[in-house]
């Protein structure tokens, strides 16, 4: 049988062919096939060497040009590890010894090569054995430098003596100890929590025990100087052959603590510097007080001189009168602004989206500008391009104040030449949505490159003569692009000194949060149309009025179950308008929308509604419903949403139905169905709405989001007494004054009854005949006439209601009156809230509407509130809190102690003419 021949690649270094010859016989003879190379000249050897691959090297000892030894020590000193056997012709023991020394593995005679094939086989078996070593300390070294490199700190130790037995360098160098030095030691040396060998061995035991296979433990090392670092030790129980050691992975914690110390650090600053923003927006409110109380005063009387412009006064002192107005006014602005400055500073801003009008934004600022331009003989035009929609999602407000201001400067800093407005839509390169740019142009003085960036800062100006020749703060530009950001866009500048400049305004053509909000009906010229709602496939449309994105968020959900269309409104000046044109079957209303109180816009659409549509107030669990309450109302809700709430508010029957059109309501508080139904049905001639709540949890429920005139209420309740009850309500105040009937079929003592008359109004017994006892007493103690409407407008016709301006400023009180008396209104003063409310008592029927200071000596304006609350006959009355606090937060806590509406000072006379019209018309 013929054995496959190993192939072997060889070098032999000879100079006769013969002996060549002779060597690879033998070679084949032995079971090989050698790939051979036959080389004899130095040269020719470290050439072949610098290839790789060689299993073996046969070499004659003696050439003309070259030898054994010669080619041995060059493979030594390239450091080369190939089976190097040496022949010669003649060999003594003395050239032997110099061979193996030189480092030949074998040797032998020419003539005699028996030995050739066995040591041919030995060495390539040996030289395989070298290299799989080789390999081996390749990998251990480079695992050994990965070790001692890693960051972490790695210990091996001995079970038993517990003594390190190696240590990486990130160790070593952490616990800055000589490397020698340390295999001595133990972890008990180098971890201060560690008291003794027993303490250890309690923690490595269970890993010994096998109970736990690895420990992971936070600790500290000391350093050789004393000085110790946090540590996270992970410590495992390494089984290797019958070996078995620790390891330990140390994670200095150092850098950790540290950032954790930093970060630390940083909220504490960050919490410092809230902390001095809320000082400092505090500080500001209460300037803008003191500032705008005696300004506002300033203003009125100034306004009303003019006004009068009595005779007596001469040209001059009316120009006089014209510069107080103008200073007040602009002085009011710098206030404003500063104001406005601190609240983006502090984040206090308020945005809120609304659907725009393109063209009556337009029209609203070519109202103001068209005169300036006119007076400068400017050219002032506007291009509103066709690709522009007639509407956009933003904040009205902050947008005009943005384009005003540019427009402003534009024809300030304009001598001859034109003013510009372009607006337009684009998309922005790298940007999806599309946005409306204003671009404001004028061919005035400019602004030089270098103070481009500067003018867009906090009371800088380009020109530092600027403040003299024209006047401004350097706060206007500063404020709109703060603003710009916040509506999501950015202002930009163009300009060259003395060449003109161009302001663009960019911004979301629709606020991204607001695309299902504000959904009105719309068509594409912008009109709204008064779809009915069949045409939008729902039979009823239901309106919300409000700027609060958790109310609008439920509604919009629950409305999805019921046939019905929602509309959203978000701002309440134009709210009434907008109804009017849907007439909606129901409207809901948030007291708390910014600008007109929803109470006043609630009033609006009542007064302009014929028949009205049911109206609802509705506040999230955030704001509480307040005890306000007038003629007409449907009711009050508060989320979240109650099914019953729900059913009541989307069933509304629609305008001209019974809901919302009078305002006497009975609460019958009792278990028993049927008795409740007869009693409704009876009680539904003497007042306007009867609920009935069979528990005394449903009763609160139910006294809680509705205003109640009287209330029925059985002595037995499946959840309480109703003496309990009766306490109840005689310890809210706000329910304190609410009449409460007994109506019991319990028969009472006479101490019993006197008990209960102590808080109820009367105690009948049910009985043959009671009930028209118990009607003739539900009306005696319903003050409001039964359908009341009728009789409270006969009554005002008669008489004219006085307006109650409580301020104990003169200079204030003085400025309100005035403004009120011109439009033909009587006034009558009180000091503070104690005078007002003895005013109220006896002035009961006269008085149509206060007008409350908020800062007032003795009982300040919430209190006085508060009380006049308290009593449910005047829960109807409209009460405006007037105060020059103008930061966020004043108007909904004025709202919720339950004021009608808010005046902030300087007043408007537009605003407080316009809620005299809704309340006093
Ligand atoms: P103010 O006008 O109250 O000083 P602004 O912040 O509105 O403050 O403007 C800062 C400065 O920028 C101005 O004082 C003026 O130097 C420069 N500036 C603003 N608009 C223009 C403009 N259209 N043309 C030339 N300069 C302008």
């Given at each position: 049988m013929m054995t496959q021949k190993k192939t072997i690649k060889l070098l032999l270094v000879d100079d006769s062919a013969d002996d060549r010859e002779l060597i690879l016989m033998n070679l084949r003879r032995g079971g090989y096939n050698p790939d051979v190379r036959c080389i004899d000249t130095k040269e020719e050897y470290v050439d072949a060497l610098k290839e790789t691959g060689w299993d073996l090297i046969i070499c004659d000892y003696s050439m003309p040009g070259f030898d054994g030894l010669t080619a041995l020590a060059i493979l030594r000193d390239h450091d080369i590890d190939i089976p190097f056997i040496l022949v010669s012709g003649a060999i003594g023991e003395e050239l032997a010894v110099k061979a193996m020394k030189a480092g030949a593995h074998d040797y032998m005679m020419k003539d005699n090569l028996k030995r050739l094939v066995p040591a041919i086989e030995r060495e390539l078996k040996e030289a395989k054995l070298r290299d799989k070593h080789r390999q081996a300390q390749i990998e251990r070294d480079r695992l050994l430098t990965v070790i001692q490199n890693s960051l972490n700190e790695i210990y091996i130790f001995d079970c038993k003596t517990l003594k390190y037995q190696y240590l990486n360098q990130t160790a070593i160098n952490n616990l800055g100890y000589d490397a020698d030095k340390i295999q001595d030691m133990t972890p008990m040396d180098i971890d201060p929590d560690i008291e003794s060998a027993e303490d250890f061995k309690r923690i490595i035991q269970p890993l010994l025990n096998g109970d736990l296979e690895k420990d992971l433990y936070l600790t500290k090392h000391t350093r050789k100087d004393g000085s110790t670092y946090p540590i996270e030790i992970h410590l495992q129980l390494i089984r290797q052959n019958d070996q078995q050691f620790f390891t330990a992975i140390g994670f200095d914690l150092t850098d950790r603590e540290r950032d954790a110390r930093r970060i630390q650090k940083q909220k504490e600053i960050a919490r410092e510097m809230a902390e001095h923003s809320k000082h400092k927006s505090e500080f500001l409110a209460n300037m803008s007080h003191e500032l705008r109380t005696p300004l506002n005063s300033i203003l009125l009387l100034s306004k009303l001189l003019l006004k009068t412009k009595s005779d007596n006064l001469s040209e001059d002192q009316l120009k006089y009168i014209d510069v107080i107005q103008q200073s007040g006014k602009n002085l009011l602005s710098l206030i404003n602004e500063v104001l406005d400055l601190s609240k983006i500073e502090s984040g206090e801003m308020e945005v809120s989206y609304e659907t725009i009008d393109l063209r009556e934004l337009i029209t609203n600022i070519s109202d103001v500008f068209e005169p300036i331009a006119k007076d400068k003989s400017l050219e002032y035009s506007v291009s509103v391009y066709e690709n522009c929609p007639a509407e956009l999602v933003s904040d009205q407000l902050r947008l005009e104040q943005v384009l005003r201001n540019l427009l402003s400067n534009a024809m300030k800093f304009t001598e001859e030449g034109r003013v510009e407005l372009d607006v337009y839509t684009e998309i922005p390169p790298e940007e999806k949505e599309k946005r409306i740019v204003f671009t404001v142009k004028d061919t005035g003085i400019g602004i030089p490159e270098d103070k481009q960036k500067l003018v867009f800062e906090s009371f800088r100006q380009a020109d530092g003569s600027t403040q003299r020749k024209f006047g401004g703060t350097g706060l206007g530009l500063a404020i709109c692009r703060q603003i710009a950001t916040l509506l999501g866009g950015e202002l930009t500048l163009e300009s060259a000194d003395g060449n003109g400049s161009t302001f663009t305004l960019s911004i979301p053509l629709i606020h991204s949060v607001d695309l299902i909000s504000e959904s009105e009906p719309q068509t594409d010229a912008g009109h709204y149309p008064s779809m009915s709602a069949e045409e939008t496939g729902k039979s009823a449309r239901v309106v919300l009025i409000s700027d609060n994105p958790d109310l609008i968020n439920a509604f919009s959900e629950v409305s999805d179950g019921f046939p019905v269309a929602l509309n959203v409104i978000k701002?309440?000046?134009?709210a009434p308008k907008k109804v009017a044109r849907y007439s909606p079957a129901t409207v809901l209303i948030d007291p708390y929308i910014s600008n007109y109180s929803g109470w006043s816009v609630a009033k609006q659409i009542l007064n302009e509604n014929s028949p009205p549509p049911a109206v609802w107030m509705v506040t999230d669990d955030t704001h509480p419903i307040p005890a306000v309450d007038f003629h007409g109302l449907s009711g009050k809700v508060v989320l979240p949403l109650k099914a019953s709430d729900i059913n009541k508010i989307f069933s509304s029957p629609g305008p001209g139905t019974e809901v919302g059109e009078n305002g006497s309501t009975l609460l019958l508080i009792d278990d028993n169905k049927i008795h409740n139904e007869a009693l409704s049905e009876f009680a539904e001639e003497i007042v306007d709405r009867c609920l009935i709540a069979p528990t005394a949890k449903e009763a609160f429920e139910t006294l809680n989001t509705t205003s109640v005139n009287c209330i029925v209420l059985d002595l037995t309740l499946p959840d309480a007494s109703g003496r309990d009850v009766l306490k109840k309500l005689a310890d809210t105040p706000v329910f304190a004054d609410i009449p409460v009937i007994i109506y019991s079929g319990r028969s009472l003592t006479n101490q019993q009854k006197e008990e209960l008359l102590v808080h109820a109004s009367d105690v009948i017994l049910k009985n043959v005949g009671s009930h028209s006892k118990l009607m003739s007493r539900i009306a005696e103690l319903i003050q409001t006439p039964a359908k009341g409407g009728e009789a409270i407008k006969a009554k005002k016709v008669t008489s004219q209601p006085t307006v109650l301006a409580v301020d104990d400023n003169d200079q204030s009180y003085f400025s309100i009156c005035s403004l009120l008396e011109s439009n033909g209104q009587i006034v009558q003063r009180a000091f503070n809230g104690r005078e007002a409310l003895q005013i109220l008592e006896s002035h009961n029927d006269t008085i149509g509407l206060v007008l409350l200071d908020l800062m007032m000596p003795e009982m300040d304006g919430f209190e006085t509130i508060k009380k006049i609350r308290q009593d449910p006959a005047k829960r109807s009355l409209p009460v405006f809190i007037v105060t020059a606090k103008a930061m966020k937060g004043d108007r909904e806590e004025c709202l919720l102690h339950g004021a009608t509406d808010y005046i902030s000072k300087p007043i408007s006379s537009e605003k407080l003419e316009k809620l005299m019209s809704i309340w006093m018309p």
């Open positions: 701002n309440s000046k134009d």
